[in-house]
């Protein structure tokens, strides 16, 4: 089993390391790996970000800096972790006592916090206002965790609290319930990432963008440590760049695999066969399929006759006449922008040669997205 964390390009206007990553881990882990998204953003911005990139649908889910965990599609809260997080936390102190320095301007409402307060401040004024505050928090009696991110952003968390305690507390928990992952990787760019490399077992990637005072503590803590590598690759391209590096299992993302018709009856996945059934889905709309006769016989080979395709709606159609209609749709996004993932791919094997695969698929057409399946 493993982690991971995963990582947004802003700089990646199509998505593409972000897709990469999705056929990856659909094809190959979704089934016995959990994926995890630790994220800085309060759950307002976390959604915000899900409905503007293609991002899959995590296991579980840390925000606000690892103040919050959730679990599931429904996102489940944890918690026992609020209960061990109100320990030594009286946020009206951190208020009272950070309104005290100029230097410190509010962030947005949204991204204030149960147990999280955040501020802006400028880059040549953190380090002396974080040495200043902590001495005044703790003459108040709080043990508070002050972290600084993305050379702007300023979290003031309870001690025990941050993306890496989540973790931690997680692994914890899997480990009671004789679920421990075999690995587990965690993937980061930023100052409140840098906890995450320092839970004992856990494998790490810096993405090649990584912030500096990442790389700073990198530097400083971590050099030497075998565990912990700087991607040459960013953002999600980093996490794969990284699975590789690490033996952590397969590395090579269908959507890199030119020729999707390698197709072998002895290698059969049911997951692996969905996610490049909408590969070639896509290539097919946008005109780019090689080989695509012989995909096609290998497609109704490997889909018995009796196969059925089920929509949500209810309605029913054979895999064979599904496949068959694909016709009409030959290049009609040829030069558009226009992609399709499919996330939660879960296979169950139903007879001794059928497998129900439940998914859903994302198309994105130009701006707009459309209809989840
Ligand atoms: C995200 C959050 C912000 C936090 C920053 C660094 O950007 O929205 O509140 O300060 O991450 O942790």
Same mark, same amino acid.
């Given at each position: 089993?493993?982690?991971?964390?995963?990582?947004?390009?802003?700089?990646?206007?199509?998505?593409?390391?972000?897709?990469?990553?999705?056929?990856?881990?659909?094809?190959?882990?979704?089934?016995?790996?959990?994926?995890?998204?630790?994220?800085?953003? =309060?759950?307002?911005?976390?959604?915000?970000?899900?409905?503007?990139?293609?991002?899959?649908?995590?296991?579980?889910?840390?925000?606000?800096?690892?103040?919050?965990?959730?679990?599931?599609?429904?996102?489940?809260?944890?918690?026992?972790?609020?209960?061990?997080?109100?320990?030594?936390?009286?946020?009206?102190?951190?208020?009272?006592?950070? =309104?005290?320095?100029?230097?410190?301007?509010?962030?947005?409402?949204?991204?204030?916090?149960?147990?999280?307060?955040?501020?802006?401040?400028?880059?040549?004024?953190?380090?002396?206002?974080?040495?200043?505050?902590?001495?005044?928090?703790?003459?108040?009696?709080?043990?508070?965790?002050?972290?600084?991110?993305?050379?702007?952003?300023?979290?003031?968390?309870?001690?025990?609290?941050?993306?890496?305690?989540?973790?931690?507390?997680?692994?914890?928990?899997?480990?009671?319930?004789?679920?421990?992952?075999?690995?587990?990787?965690?993937?980061?760019?930023?100052?409140?990432?840098?906890?995450?490399?320092?839970?004992?077992?856990?494998?790490?990637?810096?993405?090649?963008?990584?912030?500096?005072?990442?790389?700073?503590?990198?530097?400083?803590?971590?050099?030497?440590?075998?565990?912990?590598?700087?991607?040459?690759?960013?953002?999600?391209?980093?996490?794969?760049?990284?699975?590789?590096?690490?033996?952590?299992?397969?590395?090579?993302?269908?959507?890199?695999?030119?020729?999707?018709?390698?197709?072998?009856?002895?290698?059969?996945?049911?997951?692996?066969?969905?996610?490049?059934?909408?590969?070639?889905?896509?290539?097919?709309?946008?005109?780019?399929?090689?080989?695509?006769?012989?995909?096609?016989?290998?497609?109704?080979?490997?889909?018995?006759? =009796?196969?059925?395709?089920?929509?949500?709606?209810?309605?029913?159609?054979?895999?064979?006449?599904?496949?068959?209609?694909?016709?009409?749709?030959?290049?009609?996004?040829?030069?558009?922008?226009?992609?399709?993932?499919?996330?939660?791919?879960?296979?169950?094997?139903?007879?001794?040669? =059928?497998?129900?695969?439940?998914?859903?698929?994302?198309?994105?057409?130009?701006?707009?997205?459309?209809?989840?399946?």
């Amino acid at each position: 089993m493993r982690d991971n964390m995963l990582q947004v390009d802003h700089h990646d206007p199509e998505n593409l390391s972000l897709l990469r990553f999705n056929a990856l881990w659909e094809s190959n882990y979704r089934n016995n790996s959990l994926l995890v998204f630790s994220t800085g953003r =309060s759950p307002t911005l976390y959604k915000e970000l899900r409905k503007e990139k293609p991002m899959l649908t995590p296991d579980i889910t840390i925000m606000s800096v690892g103040t919050e965990i959730t679990y599931g599609n429904s996102m489940v809260p944890d918690n026992g972790w609020v209960e061990f997080l109100n320990k030594k936390w009286d946020r009206n102190i951190v208020s009272e006592e950070t =309104s005290k320095f100029p230097e410190l301007s509010l962030q947005s409402e949204t991204e204030q916090r149960p147990h999280k307060v955040s501020f802006y401040v400028q880059k040549d004024k953190a380090q002396d206002v974080m040495k200043a505050l902590a001495t005044r928090l703790q003459e108040r009696g709080l043990d508070v965790k002050i972290i600084y991110s993305g050379g702007m952003d300023l979290d003031i968390l309870p001690q025990g609290a941050g993306k890496g305690q989540a973790l931690a507390y997680l692994l914890k928990k899997f480990k009671a319930s004789n679920k421990l992952p075999v690995n587990t990787l965690a993937c980061g760019d930023s100052g409140n990432d840098a906890e995450l490399f320092s839970i004992p077992d856990v494998h790490g990637v810096m993405v090649s963008n990584a912030q500096e005072e990442l790389l700073q503590w990198h530097a400083a803590n971590a050099k030497n440590n075998p565990k912990i590598i700087h991607a040459t690759e960013r953002c999600a391209a980093g996490i794969i760049q990284a699975i590789g590096h690490f033996n952590l299992g397969p590395s090579t993302s269908p959507r890199d695999v030119t020729d999707l018709s390698d197709s072998k009856m002895e290698n059969f996945d049911p997951a692996y066969e969905v996610v490049k059934l909408y590969l070639f889905y896509e290539r097919w709309r946008r005109a780019e399929v090689e080989n695509f006769e012989l995909y096609l016989a290998n497609l109704k080979a490997v889909c018995c006759l =009796s196969g059925i395709f089920v929509h949500p709606s209810g309605i029913e159609q054979s895999l064979h006449d599904a496949i068959n209609s694909l016709k009409t749709c030959y290049g009609d996004k040829q030069g558009k922008q226009f992609r399709v993932w499919v996330d939660q791919v879960l296979p169950a094997q139903i007879g001794s040669e =059928s497998w129900l695969v439940s998914f859903k698929k994302w198309e994105q057409s130009g701006e707009a997205w459309s209809t989840l399946y």
